[in-house]
């Protein structure tokens, strides 16, 4: 299996829970993976030709496609997730290898949620759009594929994840943390998600699969949560409505019952995450 992004948040779950069932290859960009028992290698997918030469080098069974500009991570999201998503779909469907590329539930326009895979989307941000025009060129490329869509990721190890860093930082300066009450999400725990994911690549299965959380909750009931969680004083957060300036997804729930259906892995709320969490950690 390879894993693109291995040195990121989902990637280095993968691949940690993969290395018990195959053999893994996974890439990094600027922060090399130091995990054990897992081969890594630099790739950047906007390099078209290192990617061809990846992939045809390895020839692997199975790609897990992570790597990707979230938001907030610099200007390139064209390129890394557009192009850079199209360089390894290619490279995939040439060599035979099953892609399981993730995208987002923020493709959607959020006007009804409870979004099923049949759903068209319509993403109204710059990320939102270019993680939609990747799951065309995925498409596009005509190999075995999944397009996985996952929901927000949270996680608290091997470090807490950036749905959580941010506001712990704010809060420890003192700053205000003002979180959306009118934003509706399926967050999901990396943990499941990356368990899910390794059970994909090994089932019969193509096309498009949302991968949410079984409980929908608002950007400040998942922020409060993950602070309390977390033990930080979650009374300095205010509820706010989203900014009426900009045009925002507001309820990006997703149906994921296509997944309950065909995976043994739970996709469990946050809710009861956060509740079994403390023994976990
Ligand atoms: N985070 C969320 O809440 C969320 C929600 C839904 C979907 N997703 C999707 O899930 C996937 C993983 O997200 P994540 O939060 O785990 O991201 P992350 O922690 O930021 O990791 C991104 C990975 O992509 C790699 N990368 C960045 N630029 C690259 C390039 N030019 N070439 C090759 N690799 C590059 C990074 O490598 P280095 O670190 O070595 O530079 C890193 O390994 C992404 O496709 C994202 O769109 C995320």
């Known amino acids: 299996m390879l894993v693109t992004g291995g040195s990121g948040y989902l990637g280095g779950w993968v691949?940690?829970?993969a290395r018990e069932h195959w053999d893994i290859t996974a890439t990094y960009a600027a922060h090399a993976g130091a995990e054990p028992g897992i081969v890594w290698r630099r790739l950047d997918v906007r390099d078209q030709a290192g990617v061809n030469r990846l992939i045809r080098g390895l020839q692997p069974k199975v790609i897990v496609h992570t790597?990707?500009?979230n938001p907030g991570q610099g200007n390139d999201m064209e390129a890394v997730n557009v192009a850079g998503t199209a360089n390894v779909a290619r490279a995939a469907a040439e060599a035979g290898a099953r892609l399981i590329h993730i995208s987002t539930d923020v493709v959607f326009d959020g006007q009804r949620g409870n979004y099923t895979e049949d759903d068209a989307p319509n993403p109204l941000s710059p990320y939102g759009e270019t993680k939609a025009r990747a799951e065309e060129a995925v498409a596009r490329a005509g190999g075995d594929a999944v397009i996985v869509r996952a929901s927000l990721i949270y996680g608290w190890r091997p470090t807490v994840a950036r749905a959580a860093q941010w506001?712990?930082?704010a809060?420890?300066?003192?700053d205000p943390v003002?979180?959306?009450?009118?934003e509706m999400?399926?967050?999901i725990w990396v943990e499941s998600l990356a368990a899910a994911l390794v059970e994909v690549a090994a089932i019969d299965y193509s096309g498009f699969l949302h991968l949410g959380g079984a409980q929908a909750v608002s950007r400040h009931d998942f922020g409060v949560a993950l602070l309390d969680f977390a033990g930080a004083d979650s009374s300095l957060v205010e509820a706010v409505p989203s900014p009426t300036d900009q045009l925002r997804p507001l309820n990006c729930t997703m149906d994921?019952?296509?997944a309950r259906e065909l995976l043994d892995t739970p996709l469990p709320g946050v809710g009861d995450v956060l509740a079994r969490g403390s023994e976990i950690q």
């Not at 809060?171 to 003192?174: D, P």
């Not at 003002?178 to 009118?182: F, H, M, Q």
């Open 15 to 17: 691949a940690r829970l």
């Open 167 to 169: 506001m712990i930082e």
């Open 67 to 69: 790597a990707a500009l």
């Open 171 to 174: 809060i420890e300066r003192g």
């Open 256 to 258: 994921s019952s296509r």
């Open 178 to 182: 003002r979180l959306w009450s009118d």
């Open 185 to 187: 999400r399926c967050p």
